[in-house]
């Protein structure tokens, strides 16, 4: 059996499904440019995922193994395998957001295409209600998660001898239509620039563990204070894969013997899972709402101000500054500045939800999409769309010091803007919005 590894969103050697299929194997991953094309040469993720496949890589050949580096359509790169003498199945772990399924079923037309899980600690169609339908509301979501969570879900894969089957493992091998070409393995040779990552950003994910153990005794009350810097910061890592899922919660419940309370952190693990699962069960929620209609306003003016960080409303500016600046974002500011979007400026949330993408280190579909429809209202919680955050309030309790923004807003002084909206009257006017959307 010659069988093509597929990373994806697993790019590590530890506790890697991949790694305990037996046989000839060739692993592989590709820089698809169906995503690539999109982004901007500066994109820092691409920075972020080269050094990643550049470490597996290394550490694949401690293992006798190796990567060979793609770039092209996943669809044309299988076409060229197909076209080779020797015959091949691929084996990937499940990404289940819609694009990667789509990709997926078309690539399973061409090679057997064998899945195996490991992003989340749950299948998708694991943690159902009693008649089989999805949870809709995170709360019964997470007690059923916890009801149905075995050992066997954080149990390390192990890995097992496998042969390497003799290929270019050196260039990176560019497939266009049928025509294979290699360039050198260089972030220029596929377009980009290498982006200068913070030393937290370059941090090996283990010891990004070892930096959070000190603060996951006063993380459920620290976790909502943006300067503290008291989170896990692993959320790129999570979406990469560069950590695995199941050696987090190994981690966890050792902490727990260690009498720590691990519950408020493990619930944030699990609105992951749930999110993943709900976008799997309803792909089409990419772009239309579950609840409610509303499409906001369409605003040109307000969307550039907003992007650009000139709201004249410090927190969410200075959220947007972080974002721009770093890649990162608060989790708490992230909830500010989506209310904002969606209810004071009455944009569509589909709006805000594509600039995220754009920058966010951590970009998720799942978790990206499901919470500005959380924001918006418009998602599966029932949560009031009438409930809106006033960003004064929140930075008055969550960074009374305005230390986040002093450090990501150092000129809000003379010179900073007028708010573009006023708290009151914006939120009055989306009040009105969403009675009218519903008696018309
Ligand atoms: C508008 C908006 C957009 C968001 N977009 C993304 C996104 O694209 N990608 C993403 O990973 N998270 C997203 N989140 C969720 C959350 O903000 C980040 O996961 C979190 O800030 C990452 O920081 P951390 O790793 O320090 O989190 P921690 O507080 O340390 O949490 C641990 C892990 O749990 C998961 N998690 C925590 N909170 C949430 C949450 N509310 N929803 C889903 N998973 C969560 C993440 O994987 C995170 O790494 C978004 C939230 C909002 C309000």
């Not at 395998?81 to 789509?102: M, T, V």
């Not at 979406?239 to 199941?246: A, H, Q, V």
């Not at 989506?338 to 579909?365: C, I």
């Amino acid at each position: 059996m010659r069988r093509i590894l597929w990373f994806r969103r697993d790019l590590r050697v530890e506790d890697n499904p991949l790694l305990s299929q037996e046989g000839n194997v060739l692993p592989i991953f590709i820089f698809d440019t169906d995503i690539l094309e999109k982004l901007s040469a500066n994109d820092r993720r691409v920075s972020f995922i080269f050094n990643a496949l550049i470490r597996l890589k290394e550490n694949l050949k401690i293992r006798g193994l190796d990567l060979a580096l793609f770039y092209g359509k996943p669809t044309e790169v299988f076409q060229w395998f197909l076209a080779q003498e020797s015959h091949y199945d691929i084996c990937a772990s499940g990404d289940y957001d819609p694009y990667a399924r789509e990709r997926d079923r078309e690539v399973s037309h061409i090679l057997p295409f064998t899945y195996l899980h490991d992003t989340y600690i749950f299948k998708p169609d694991e943690v159902l209600k009693n008649d089989g339908s999805p949870y809709l509301v995170f709360t019964p979501y997470y007690n059923r998660a916890k009801a149905v969570f075995r050992p066997e879900h954080m149990a390390e894969s192990m890995a097992v001898p496998q042969s390497l089957i003799p290929f270019d493992y050196k260039d990176i091998h560019r497939i266009k239509g049928d025509t294979h070409t290699k360039v050198p393995l260089s972030l220029t040779s596929i377009g980009f620039f290498e982006q200068s990552l913070s030393p937290h950003q370059l941090l090996l994910p283990e010891d990004k563990l070892k930096q959070f153990a000190s603060k996951l005794g006063t993380y459920p009350h620290d976790r909502d204070f943006m300067a503290l810097n008291a989170t896990s910061r692993l959320s790129t890592d999570l979406r990469f894969g560069t950590i695995s899922i199941r050696a987090v919660i190994r981690w966890l419940v050792e902490q727990k013997k260690l009498g720590v309370d691990t519950e408020p952190f493990f619930r944030q693990l699990i609105f992951r899972e749930f999110y993943a699962m709900l976008l799997a069960q309803f792909p089409r929620l990419v772009d239309q709402n579950f609840r409610y209609p509303f499409r906001g306003v369409d605003n040109n003016d307000y969307f550039e101000a907003f992007c650009t960080a000139c709201t004249g409303v410090p927190i969410v500016d200075a959220g947007i500054r972080e974002l721009l600046g770093t890649g990162e974002m608060h989790n708490r500011v992230r909830m500010i500045c989506a209310s904002f979007f969606t209810k004071n400026l009455l944009l569509p949330w589909q709006w805000g939800e594509r600039f995220f993408a754009e920058h966010l280190m951590d970009y998720d579909a799942a978790s990206n999409i499901l919470s500005w429809q959380w924001s918006a209202g418009t998602g599966v919680d029932p949560q009031p769309y009438f409930r809106i955050f006033n960003p004064y309030t929140q930075s008055a309790k969550f960074d009374k010091e305005g230390l986040y923004i002093k450090k990501y807003l150092p000129d809000s002084g003379c010179e900073y803007p007028k708010p573009i909206v006023d708290h009151k009257q914006s939120s009055k006017r989306a009040l009105e919005y969403f009675k009218n959307t519903f008696s018309t």
